[in-house]
């Protein structure tokens, strides 16, 4: 069987390589010089250990299931992986019922280890964090996404599959026996085509006819270093309560594999889909996001969480008081800034923000239509997943 995938993020290139050692022929289409450039290659590199996601949903299962064959595949490959332990803080009692939701939701979801501490416990796991409880959850690691995606390409290239970087997909056609796809200058045949594009979903599923009841509004997430000694106020990852309202966890304090500890990323409206700075806005990205009428909806809904955040991302201040509120030692001073994602979150018709992850399938084309974190954790899980699912398709 041919198959062609569209995205070398570490998505499509675990789905590549599962179908290839599976033995199909696999192509995998890039349109960037390099694999993981995307959001791939912006994120927290935190392995959710599965504690916030309704139980029984894609996410809660696949998250799960995507932590152990990660952690298996980065000890096989010398690939870093490193638990260092997530604490999420209730910083006041009013906060504390949220706590105890996340508390059985772990259970539920069957995430190991995981303890309620009080205002003393959480201070011996990290000195210099704030708050009244904290949930625990020792196995929350921290890895390099774009090292196990650069990883994964070589894989796929080992088992005889091509990764075709700078091939931009540019038009689909689904045949009765078969998918042709024209990428960069070439054409190629496909049985089969899986869409893992990112901030492109939209644009490979009008390509493929697939308009589907839900568009792709791309948010922005910016981090700042903690530069100095302040790295050291911050053992592991200290998380706030999530407001369940949305599927981002607030501004949080990470430690990375390479010993930088981040905070952030908040979540500011982008004003192009791949749009990294407020500098970077695109008139024909933005029609198609303000026409879709989930867009709006969302916006009225949101408006007041979405005017604070835009503050957090214009005002230094305003940011480093959302830090300060888990390590109130930290000063603006200590904060510079360390670049940001976007995150393609897929938004409803009627402006709901899509919770789980969704993949579509029509007739010779499946499309992963959202993918927002934890799906670097899962994405082991979610190409297994796939796996199964494609045959099905006939
Ligand atoms: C700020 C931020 C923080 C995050 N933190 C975490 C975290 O800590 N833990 C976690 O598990 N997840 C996290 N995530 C989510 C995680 O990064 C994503 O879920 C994951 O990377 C999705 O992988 P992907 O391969 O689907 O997408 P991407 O990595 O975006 O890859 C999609 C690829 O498709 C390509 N493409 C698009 N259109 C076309 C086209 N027409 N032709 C050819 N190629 C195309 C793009 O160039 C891109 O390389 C975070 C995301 C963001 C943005």
Redesign the pocket.
Known sequence: MRIGI????????AVARRMAREGAEVTV????PR??????????????AGIYYQPGSLKATLCREGVAMLREYCAEHGLPYEEAGKLVVASTRAELPGLRRIAERARENGVPGVAELDAIGLREIEPYAAGVAAVHSPHTAITD?AAVARRLAADVAEAGGSVRLS????AIRQTADGVLVA?GRERFSFDRLIS?????TD??AELAGADGDVRIVPFR?EYYRLSGPAAGLVRGLIYPVPDPRYPFLGVHL?RRIDGEVLAG?NAVPALALEGYSWRRVSPRDLRAILSWPGTGKMAAEHWRTGVREVYGSLVKRAFTAAARRYVPALTPADLVRAG?????QAVTRDGRLLDDFAIDVRGRIVL?RN?????????LAIARHIALTVPLAF
């Open positions: 569209v995205g070398a993020g570490i998505l499509g290139l289409l890039e349109k960037e694999v993981a450039a995307h959001q791939t290659g912006h994120n927290s590199g935190v392995v959710h996404f091939h931009p997909v540019r990428a893992c594009a990112g901030l492109g644009r490979v997430g990470t990323p940001s994602g976007v995150r393609a992963v993918a927002p974190s934890p799906a670097a954790t899962s994405s």
